[in-house]
């Protein structure tokens, strides 16, 4: 993935954990928001025991906050890698900004440890999400879970296969934005063919496209997408296929509960998005 030197980037769409109110939310009334997270999470397959404990978080909002605060244009990757997160995250609203009519720009909050979301408490270990619920709607990641995507789910890992993951997210954003999540949440049933499926493949339907357009634009900080990244990319969406997970993890394939699909389906999915475009990408929620 190559970076446009003199793209500027913008800080403000990125933030730390925790965040006002003293980084604690009443949570007791949480199943909802757990059971949404439950959906919408998870691209990695990863266990929900972090989602819905109480007490404090131990992220460092401040810290977060001020690893980026530096990254002013595309160059600045170079120096900072830091910055890539906000190349990506710029990238992927800029195109959705032309591609969906009032399309709301939100932002990218890294954490480590435990963070309060409009969802209830989550920490780590559940991996990249996005928060559906009103007042929130932002992506939130450790970005240490880049390194377990290469050490534990064997992906080979790249600057593109970070940007599947995020772009992925905020394609639940889109869709949130276009109500297929309200449709996802009516039938929270499992398998291959359930809403909740196909809602995680329409992530990764969209985050193809972005990835087939993210140097489109001349402002973009992101000037060129090679083979070997879409490789990666794609890698990715194979890695955290709901078959291989469980096939390492428990030694057998259980395609009934399945919640994001499997290599094949995420691999296709990221496929159709890349070459059809956002349109295609409707279409698996029809
Ligand atoms: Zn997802």
Request: glycine letters at 14%; aromatic letters at 8%.
């Amino acid at each position: 993935m190559q970076y446009n030197d003199n793209a500027q980037l913008d800080s403000s769409q990125m933030g730390g954990g925790g965040g006002g109110g003293g980084g604690r939310i009443a949570i007791g009334g949480g199943i909802g928001g757990t059971i949404l997270i439950l959906i919408l999470s998870l691209v990695f397959g990863v266990d929900l025991s972090g989602l819905t404990g109480g007490g404090s978080t131990s992220a460092d909002p401040q810290a977060e906050t001020s690893r980026y605060s530096q990254c002013r244009t595309g160059a600045d990757v170079r120096t900072n890698r830091d910055c890539r997160f906000v190349a990506y995250t710029n990238s992927i609203q800029q195109y959705w900004s032309t591609q969906v009519k009032g399309y709301e720009t939100t932002k990218t909050i890294t954490f480590t440890g435990r963070i309060s979301t409009g969802c209830g408490t989550a920490d780590s270990s559940v991996g990249p999400f996005y928060c559906p619920a009103q007042g929130d709607h932002k992506v939130y990641l450790d970005t240490g879970f880049f390194d377990q995507l290469q050490s534990q789910f064997g992906a080979r890992g790249g600057d593109a296969a970070e940007a599947y993951v995020i772009a992925h997210e905020y394609g639940h954003h889109v869709s949130n934005l276009l109500g297929k999540m309200d449709w996802a949440a009516q039938d929270r049933s499992t398998g291959p063919n359930s809403r909740g499926v196909k809602i995680e493949l329409q992530a990764d339907c969209f985050a193809g496209a972005w990835l087939a357009h993210a140097s489109d634009d001349p402002n973009s900080p992101i000037t060129q997408v090679t083979q070997d990244d879409v490789n990666r990319a794609l890698d990715a969406a194979a890695a955290v296929g709901d078959d291989r997970i469980q096939q390492k993890s428990q030694g057998q394939v259980t395609p009934e509960t399945w919640t994001h699909g499997s290599s094949q389906q995420r691999q296709q999915a990221t496929t159709t998005g890349f070459q059809s475009g956002p349109n295609a990408c409707l279409q698996i929620t029809q």
